[in-house]
C-alpha cells in the first residue's frame, strides 16, 4: 500500500469516473485502474463497483475516509517541517466554479505562484455540489463558489458581489426570478428577440445587480 493508490482512490471516489479521476492525478487510465485493483487485491476488499458512473461500496468508503485522513496526516507532517524552516510550502487544493475560472483566476494565479515557489497549487472546476462534498471530505483547502450556502460546518469569506449587466436597444418587458431549484432566470422580451438565460451553479440566492439598457428615443 502506497500514498499513491490512496491517492487515486480518493479522487475516484470524488469524480466517479476513471478516466477523468486519471487526467486529475496526471497519469493514464490504464496505470490508475490497475493501482486501484492493486489495493483492491491487497486489502481484499472491492472497494468500487465498476458502474456508471463508479459506486464506492460500504467497505470502499470506510477505506477512502481512512485514506483521506492518511493523506491529510502526511501533508501536515510536511507542512510541519517546511514551518520549522520558515517556508511557505506544501499543496494548496482549490475548487472553482467553471463560470468563474476563466475569469477570475489569471487576475491572481501567477503572482500567487510567484509569491509562493514552493507552494504546489492545485486549481480544479467543479460544480457547487461537488466543491461543498470535497470541502468536507477534505479533498478540497478552499473553494470558490456562489454564497451564501448557510452550512454551519463550513466557514465563508465574501469575495465580491457579481454584476450581470444586459444590453438591448428594444426591450419592453425584463423580469427575473428564483425557480424552485433556486436557479437564477431571467427573461427578457423586445421587439426583435426573447432569451432566457440560466445560472445553474447557484444554489442560493446571491447578490445581483442588473442594468437596464434601452435606446434613446
Not at 6 to 31: N, W
Not at 106 to 133: D, G, K, N
Request: glycine share 4%.
Amino acid at each position: 500500500m502506497t500514498l499513491t493508490q490512496l491517492e487515486y482512490v480518493v479522487a475516484l471516489d470524488a469524480v466517479r469516473h476513471f478516466a477523468k479521476a486519471a487526467e486529475r492525478c496526471h497519469i493514464t487510465q490504464p496505470s490508475l485502474s490497475m493501482q486501484v485493483q492493486n489495493l483492491e487485491e491487497e486489502l481484499g476488499v472491492q472497494i468500487f463497483l465498476r458502474t456508471n458512473p463508479v459506486t464506492t461500496t460500504e467497505t470502499g468508503r470506510i477505506v477512502v475516509d481512512q485514506a483521506i485522513r492518511i493523506l491529510s496526516e502526511a501533508e501536515a507532517l510536511h507542512q510541519l517541517v517546511q514551518q520549522e524552516r520558515n517556508i511557505i510550502a506544501g499543496r494548496l487544493k482549490i475548487g472553482v466554479l467553471p463560470t468563474l475560472a476563466p475569469y477570475l483566476l489569471p487576475h491572481f494565479l501567477q503572482a500567487f505562484i510567484s509569491e509562493y515557489p514552493q507552494l504546489r497549487l492545485s486549481v480544479q472546476e467543479l460544480t457547487t455540489e461537488h466543491i461543498i462534498r470535497q470541502l468536507r471530505n477534505g479533498s478540497l483547502d478552499a473553494g470558490i463558489l456562489a454564497t451564501p450556502l448557510n452550512h454551519a460546518d463550513l466557514k465563508e469569506s465574501f469575495l465580491f458581489n457579481e454584476e450581470l449587466i444586459i444590453a438591448d436597444p428594444g426591450i419592453s418587458i425584463c423580469s427575473w426570478c428564483f425557480d424552485e431549484q433556486l436557479t437564477i432566470r431571467l427573461s427578457i422580451k423586445s421587439k426583435n428577440s426573447s432569451m432566457t438565460y440560466k445560472r445553474w451553479h447557484t444554489v442560493k440566492p446571491s447578490p445581483l445587480t442588473i442594468h437596464y439598457f434601452s435606446a434613446i428615443p
